[in-house]
């Protein structure tokens, strides 16, 4: 939890809570150059965030491919680095490990008590208290159409209602020509409401967002081939990521890992190298006769061996009875 209460760093870091479109900004305003500051705005996705975090992809954080201007994504790299500190990651890995990564049919809310009981006193536990300013947000599209539209000049009129020059009675009588000209032109302007949540740092954003997952009973994974955090997208049991493979550029890991295992597994399993041998036996054979006999038995040593593999991986079968039945069917006995 931060004890900073400095007036100048709040509203840095702004989440708007706006149902399904929420979406977060965080205010770059470099030392070196001024002229480049501004808001740069994040995806929807609060994962997203503390994965890219816990990756050290700060391209991703830095906007990437929403930035048009290229030489400006080295010096925000460099500003989130500075906002999103070193020290915070061990424990941030540590928890997402354990709340998140750790699948035990627990739920995440479950899994964080037990996580707070066995990480109680230890440095490397991550706090989720965290400080916030809420307020609401308030923004109108169409501004110009309605200054286009007012009788008296949109500019006069908004001016008067906003400033504080002007006396009750002048900002009610300018209220009410608003509101007529709005009476009059329904669909001049969209206006939307929603709450705003200001933080004074980083380790309050990423202890708000955590919060808001844990909530959501969400699911992060650790890629068993590159050891890189991923969220899944199609199948909640996935276990290597889309991230490019560090053993082959021009794979994913999950496209680079299920061959290597596979490769793996056909050059040092003594089961596998038999069934290859009494497949491609049958394959051949069926390729060299046409006759029916010869084609039924191919089609029903791969029925079989579908079967044998749903029995042992149900506990019906075991291997090595699987292997006596391919090393008869290899002599000839079946």
């Known amino acids: 939890m931060s004890n900073k209460k400095d007036a100048s760093i709040l509203n840095n870091i702004q989440v708007f ?8 900004r965080i205010y770059y305003h470099p030392e070196k150059d001024a002229l480049k500051k501004g808001w740069f705005y994040f995806g929807e996705n609060r994962a997203a965030l503390i994965v890219d975090y816990l990756n050290e992809n700060y391209r991703a954080l ?21 906002l999103l500190p070193e020290k915070l990651k061990q424990g941030i890995k540590d928890l997402v490990d354990f709340v998140f990564v750790e699948q035990n049919n627990l739920s995440c809310i479950e899994k964080y008590f037990a996580y707070t009981l066995s990480h109680k006193g230890s440095k490397d536990m991550f706090s989720l208290l965290f400080d916030s300013y809420r307020e609401p947000y ?20 908004l001016e008067c209602i906003s400033s504080d020059k002007t006396t009750p009675a002048e900002r009610k009588q300018k209220f009410k020509l608003a509101c007529g000209l709005l009476n009059k032109n329904p669909s001049l ?6 709450p705003l949540l200001s933080f004074y740092t980083a380790d309050d954003l990423i202890a708000f967002f955590i919060c808001d997952l844990i909530e959501k009973n969400y699911i992060i994974k650790k890629c068993e081939n590159c050891g890189k955090y991923f969220i899944p997208t199609n199948r909640t049991d996935a276990v290597y990521c889309n991230n490019q493979s560090p053993q082959d550029h021009s794979k994913t890991c999950k496209e680079y890992a299920p061959y290597a295992k596979f490769l793996k597994k056909s050059q040092n399993d003594p089961v596998y190298k038999l069934y290859k041998r009494v497949y491609n036996k049958k394959r051949n054979a069926a ?3 046409s006759s029916a006999p010869i084609q039924r038995d191919f089609v029903e040593f791969n029925n079989s061996v579908r ?6 991986k149900s506990g019906e079968k075991t291997e090595q009875q699987y292997s006596d039945w391919l090393s008869l069917i290899n002599k000839g006995r079946v």
């Open 17 to 24: 809570l706006s149902g399904d479109s929420e979406k977060f």
């Open 62 to 82: 830095a906007g990437g491919n929403q930035i048009v201007d290229e030489e400006m994504v080295p010096d925000r790299i460099e500003y989130l680095k500075k």
């Open 138 to 157: 308030y923004r109108i599209d169409g501004k110009d159409d309605f200054e286009r539209a007012g009788q008296m000049g949109g500019d006069e009129i």
């Open 189 to 194: 302007i969209k206006s939307v409401m929603s």
């Open 287 to 289: 390729k060299r006769c």
């Open 307 to 312: 079967t044998w593999k749903i029995q042992i």
